[in-house]
């Protein structure tokens, strides 16, 4: 296992451009915190706009001959990529672990999953089809196929620091795209060292360029009004997403949007209380909570709704808090003080209106920006946490009479990415899936994402699908040739 130090001294922390590390323009950086501590980590390089005009310099450059290389060509160098990840994943886990605080062993289930995208579209680059038909009419044959979009913008979460990032990157190197990634200012690290690891796996120069920044708008405003971008993908809050969008319509650029979530968790009567407890826990506190996939507003069915909450409350105040680092912690800090500021107030604001709190509910013990594990009961319909994300360790949970009731309330919201039902019916389980205004759906299972799976909502949720055999066709262009 490699220790702190040793680990912060040996990482990247200038930008990636042209297959090379280089300081930012004028040699401004920024700090990275540990938020377990508050103290900083490490400096790392501060790019400016004129950076990220480099960088789409070197990916236009690079996009013709990364284009015409080889299927088989992209698809072993992701292969050996996901290779180096794995070989690295004690690396990449404390890494994690330290800047975005999660347990450690998430961080090493983040390390598979996000490996896994590599793997998964190593294979697809070698799938991508068209089609080639005789015309209805008899008078000429259509030949169908597909060609990379081009130069790409990624901008990526703070969550999930690498799944976040190769969901987008793998596929994009995949179909033949070059690619400018803007990770997170909080956690830029875990790409800063993915960067060393495509070059150790023989990335070509240019292909990929990564930037750092603690100022996102300025960084990327001159790329949305440059022609050579063909395409953004985000991850990230709905009211940045409307932002991008808003910019990309300026030159009609192709875009990606996977934003916010309001995910609903119903337990209808017919459900095994017992699984459904456990499904809840993993649905809600994945991560310490912050993922766009947590169940945020969980609604049980009022016959079974005390039992639901007495189970629930019982398994959230036995978790242990603490640095992510340490044995045995099951939730670590949350990313920022002012992110734990923002859940605190969601909590406030609902036992201000009546909601009860049956554990948790204030911030916990350390100098870092931990928050107790929270069940709030009897939550009103008017309580802003049942409208906005929380982003925490808070369990909202709400009452309904039958099943129309449930689906009415878990469809009350503009958001649509990600869903759980838990009942023993299968008819009520096809019936409600169907029902529910959401991209994604969990049934008798409180976690859903898959590398195989498009990923991807509806609603104010996004655009656009990542990852399975879907996920690809983000970054594929279609071209009709029409043939005598």
Known sequence: MTDTQTLLASLPTDLWIGGEQVPATGGKTFPVRNPATGEVLIEVADATPEDGVRALDAAAQAQARWASTPARERSEMLRRTWELVIERRDDFALLM??????????????????????RWFSEEAVRINGRYTQSPSGNGRILVTKEPVGPTLAITPWNFPLAMGTRKIAPAFAAGCTMVVKPAAETPLTMLLLGEVFRQAGLPAGVLSILPTSSSSKLTAPLFDDHRLRKVTFTGSTGVGKILLQQSATRVLRTSMELGGNAPFVVFADADIDE????????????????????????????????????????????????GDLDGTQVG??????????????????????????????????????YEPTVLADVPADARILKEEVFGPVAAVIGFDGEDEGVAAANDTEFGLAAYIYTENLDRALRVSSALESGMVGVNRGIISDVAAPFGGVKESGLGRESGSEGIEEYLEIKYIALR
């Open 97 to 118: 672990t330290l800047k975005m605080g999660k347990p450690l062993t998430e961080s090493y289930g983040e390390v598979t999953y996000g490996g896994e995208f590599l």
């Open 333 to 370: 800090p949350l990313i920022t003080e002012k992110q734990r500021s923002s859940v605190a107030e969601l909590v406030t604001d609902a036992v201000d209106k009546g909601a009860v709190v049956t554990t948790g509910g204030c911030n916990a013990a350390g100098e870092g920006y931990f």
């Open 276 to 323: 459904a407890v456990e499904g809840a826990m993993a649905a809600k506190m994945r991560n310490t909570g912050e993922a766009c996939t947590a169940a945020n507003r969980i609604h049980v069915d009022n016959a079974v709704r005390a039992e639901f909450i007495e189970k629930l409350t019982a398994r959230m105040k036995a978790l242990k808090v603490g640095p």
